[in-house]
T-cell receptor, first 109, second 114 residues
Framework: GDSVTQMEGPVTLSEEAFLTINCTYT??????LFWYVQYPGEGLQLLLKATKADDKGSNKGFEATYRKETTSFHLEKGSVQVSDSAVYFCGGSNYKLTFGKGTLLTVNP | NAGVTQTPKFQVLKTGQSMTLQCAQD?????MSWYRQDPGMGLRLIHYSVGAGITDQGEVPNGYNVSRSTTEDFPLRLLSAAPSQTSVYFC?????????????FGPGTRLTVL
């Protein structure tokens, strides 16, 4: 079946540092790919998505590019803020949405 | 729009008790699903529905029942709660099967089974 593997944390960064969270997927066909963010005590919110190869999703300074050749969808941000502290989930969907295990990001001032 | 709502927010049960977690959405979405979130395990799909009257099992369905009598509601039933069902439960909905569309999540229900 489909599976998503993402970098396990926790990840701790200083404010304004560069962020990369790796995500790779295994699926039949070409699933849509997503990054969701979960702030403490809340449900998941869609951060960005890509529906086909070479698509780049972007939102709130975060970016991820759908790389078919490496089956990857790595999340990046050039300068993180304290308010970015959250758990980030990579997901893929051919039919049912499959999630990675989540990466806890803590950004210190 | 209220989006996806879940009740209750918190619940404590004793082993063997039954209960129903409620989920409702007001976006006329066909697809609804239930996940559980456990530390180190991410989110795992319990059951899902592609429309009223249609449900199917996800990755971890044992111990849970669902039904979908209306488009809006998708309750999750625990028939005989076990400590292994202690978790945070999220309901989600989307306008199609979820392939190309965003899934909207509820705020979650934190369940503890003693």
């Amino acid at each position: 079946g489909d599976s998503v593997t993402q970098m396990e944390g926790p990840v701790t960064l200083s404010e304004e540092a560069f962020l990369t969270i790796n995500c790779t997927y295994t699926a039949t066909g070409y699933p849509s790919l997503f990054w969701y963010v979960q702030y403490p005590g809340e449900g998941l919110q869609l951060l960005l998505k890509a529906t086909k190869a070479d698509d780049k999703g972007s939102n709130k300074g975060f970016e991820a590019t759908y790389r078919k050749e490496t089956t990857s969808f790595h999340l990046e941000k050039g300068s993180v803020q304290v308010s970015d502290s959250a758990v980030y989930f990579c997901g893929g969907s051919n039919y049912k949405l499959t999630f990675g295990k989540g990466t806890l990001l803590t950004v210190n001032p | 729009n209220a989006g996806v709502t879940q009740t209750p927010k918190f619940q404590v049960l004793k082993t063997g008790q039954s209960m129903t977690l409620q989920c409702a959405q007001d976006m006329n979405h066909e697809y609804m699903s239930w996940y559980r979130q456990d530390p180190g395990m991410g989110l795992r799909l319990i059951h899902y529905s592609v429309g009223a009257g249609i449900t199917d099992q996800g990755e971890v369905p044992n111990g849970y029942n669902v039904s979908r009598s209306t488009t809006e509601d998708f309750p999750l039933r625990l028939l005989s709660a076990a400590p292994s069902q202690t978790s945070v439960y999220f309901c989600a909905s989307s306008s199609t099967s979820g392939r190309r569309n965003e899934q909207f999540f509820g705020p979650g229900t934190r369940l503890t089974v003693l």
